[in-house]
DNA sequence: TCCTAAATGTGACCTAGGTCACTGACCTAA
DNA sequence: TTAGGTCAGTGACCTAGGTCACATTTAGGA
């Protein structure tokens, strides 16, 4: 059944931890669907932002710019993952840009219903708190690592972040499919495509790691560790 | 009465607006009074985060550290400013440390009276969300400026932000009041103190600004805005 | 299967800005 | 008044890492 299954998709959404059927069924009936293709803006820096979004599949980028161009990406959106502004704020104009990364379906709510949902159901604030809470906490990392630590530093912390979030597979704990560009990881960790390639290249010399196409192999995980020091 | 003036200075916090007297009355029964020395560490990264504290008078700075000893800051807390963590949050760790700039006094409250003033009280969260996504737009830029911009833009950026602040006085339209050091500047832009001194001699031999004890005039107020593309 | 575009590796070069080492200017306490 | 501490300015030096240029590999389409 279609509609049993929207809300059982709904129910599996962080934002929604916590709500009864009837809620849920409530949050529904103002969702809407819409496609991205890869490449594709979903928001633009400065663009009044009268949207929210939440990913169902795929990978969205949060991004600023720099007037020579270059990117530093803020987070990457997976599925399940909630982009929202502060209901609250009077400008309600977006801080960052947002790109399709790989193509990516959404379910959005426009900002009035945002607002009334926001209002009318307590529950929302809370777990708006949750998700500000996360991303505050994972800015404030971000910005210790761009301005404290050497890319070096950063790109081993990055490979050993995706061996845990890897880590599922049993049988496969030291392989990593890498499903970034090394342009998305340069991007991310505020490097240069040239520099990430580069240790990259210096890590498998020292026989830490090996590089295959879209795969990274740990060789030696107690190294790459004592290197975060 | 000092009731009464207790009262009023709580329903100048930001984070109290908008509470109706009673609110106020039971905000203020949980609250404690706190001194700290200048110098003096409030938390350190790290531990656990067991209060939440607002600035009554005084700057706090909230920074981390890296390996080699370099700071950033992420954030300077004035009077009426909150620093609070998510009251949902598993961990309740704080990411980082915060220290008295200045000789400080700050309300504060226990762990246990947040959550229960946020479970008993919607407004709080209401708040909350509010803190949390100013935090985020300030956390947000701070990274574009440090992993995008160069030292002297940033060093611009921030004389014209604290012209900004400063610019309630008449007749002083260019003057800033500089309570920083050049070692706090630095740390908030993620530069050396060395840098920071040598670009404000550039500005000054540039005839942008000119620079007196504690104070930062601004002479060309145009030119210093067209330095920031 | 081949062909083109995108993704990657690497060498050469250059510069922003960090670090070190001084010097001088204040300020406060004895 | 002086001595010690903090703060600020500046020169010398060095290096992480950005940029450019090019060769090479990989991956989808047709």
């Known amino acids: 059944m279609p509609q049993d299954k929207f809300i059982f998709d709904l129910k599996h959404i962080p934002i929604f931890q916590g709500f009864s059927e009837s809620e849920l069924h409530s949050v529904k009936s103002c969702l809407r669907e819409k496609n991205f293709e890869k490449g594709e803006i979903l928001f633009r820096e400065g663009e009044c932002c009268n949207r929210v979004f939440i990913v169902q599949t795929g990978r969205v980028k949060i991004f600023r710019t720099s007037s020579q161009g270059r990117e530093q990406t803020l987070e990457t959106l997976g599925a399940g993952d909630t982009c929202a502004c502060n209901p609250g704020s009077s400008t309600w104009s977006c801080s960052a840009t947002a790109e399709a990364v790989t193509p990516v379906r959404v379910w959005f709510l426009s900002r009035d219903d945002y607002i ?3 209002n009318s159901n307590s529950k929302v604030s809370h777990s708006l708190n949750v ?8 800015f404030s990392s971000l910005i210790e690592e761009v301005s404290l630590k050497d890319v070096k530093k950063r790109l081993v912390k990055f490979i050993l972040d995706m061996l845990d979030v890897n880590s599922s597979r049993r049988g496969e704990e030291n392989l990593i499919s890498l499903s970034f560009t090394r342009e998305e ?6 490097a240069a495509r040239e520099t990430i390639a580069r240790y990259l290249s ?14 990274i192999v740990i060789l ?3 190294g790459l560790e004592s290197l975060l020091f």
């Not at 998700?131 to 994972?138: D, G, I, N, P, V």
């Not at 990881?185 to 505020?190: E, H, K, N, S, V």
């Not at 010399?205 to 590089?211: A, N, Q, S, Y």
Request: overall charge positive; aromatic content about 2%; hydrophobic content about 40%.
């Open 220 to 222: 030696n995980k107690k």
């Open 202 to 215: 210096e890590l498998k010399r020292d026989k830490l790691i090996d590089v295959k196409p879209k795969q």
């Open 116 to 118: 009334r949902m926001v």
């Open 185 to 190: 990881i340069a991007q991310r960790l505020g």
């Open 131 to 138: 998700l500000f809470a996360k991303r505050l906490q994972s």
